[in-house]
């Protein structure tokens, strides 16, 4: 079924590696509960057969960062799938049509001079290692324009939801009318 490597689909039911332990609403409509989360890369034409919903979205290039923000990224950001990372976060996001009618360079003035979006974020790495894939290209349907994945060890729960607070606190969330969060661990 043509999997494309940067193609990513979570799947909420019965199967997968991820056991959720809450889906919680932070802005808009919610997600059902569901027992586990599934991935895949495979192009999945439609739910599969007992999955309460999926969401899919693509990495891409970025938009925002700056060529030495880039570099201290590349230097203290840690890749997925670390063994000590029992627990992960997908928390999916919808923009305001006020975000997407302004320029990029209004954009990034937002994301990073008054909100230090990737400043705050520094301050969380390595110990949470995150994807950002967009969704908003792929379809008018999509319901979330980001799903961003983030995976931890547990003893780093507390610091991620201190970033989690310090984003949301941001200029930038001001255009975010969707978000939910769903928990999963190992
Ligand atoms: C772990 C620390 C984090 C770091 C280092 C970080 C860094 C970044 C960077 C550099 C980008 C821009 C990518 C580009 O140039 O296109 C970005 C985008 C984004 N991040 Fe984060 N981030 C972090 C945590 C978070 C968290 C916790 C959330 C959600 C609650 C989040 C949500 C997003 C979203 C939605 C975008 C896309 C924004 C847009 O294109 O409009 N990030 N992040």
Same mark, same amino acid.
């Given at each position: ?69 880039? &570099? $201290?990224?590349?230097?203290? @950001?840690? !890749?997925? *799938?670390?063994?000590? /990372?029992?627990?992960?976060? +997908?928390?999916?996001? #919808? ?17 990073? &001079? $008054?909100?230090?979006?990737? @400043?705050? !974020?520094? *301050?969380?790495?390595? /110990?949470?290692?995150?994807? +950002?894939?967009?969704? #908003? ?31 949301? /606190? ?7 009318? #969707? ?8």
């Amino acid at each position: 079924m043509n999997p494309n490597p940067r193609l990513h689909t979570f799947i909420a039911g019965k199967g997968g590696p991820w056991k959720i332990t809450e889906i919680r609403i932070i802005t808009g409509e919610g997600l059902p509960m569901a027992e586990r989360l599934n991935y895949t890369n495979e192009n999945l034409p439609a739910l599969p057969e007992g999955a309460a919903w999926m969401l899919r979205g693509a990495t891409s290039n970025e938009r925002y960062v700056t060529q030495p923000e880039k &570099e $201290q990224l590349i230097a203290k @950001q840690e !890749g997925l *799938d670390r063994p000590q /990372a029992d627990c992960a976060v +997908l928390i999916p996001i #919808r923009k305001n049509a006020n975000w997407w009618a302004l320029t990029q360079d209004e954009r990034r003035k937002i994301f990073e &001079e $008054q909100s230090h979006h990737n @400043q705050i !974020g520094m *301050d969380y790495l390595p /110990a949470i290692a995150r994807r +950002l894939h967009h969704c #908003r290209d792929l379809s008018e349907a999509e319901p979330f324009d980001f799903l961003t994945w983030f995976e931890f060890a547990e003893k780093d729960i507390a610091e991620f939801d201190r970033l989690l607070a310090r984003l949301r /606190a941001t200029e930038e969330w001001k255009y975010i009318d #969707r978000e939910v969060e769903v928990r999963v661990t190992h």
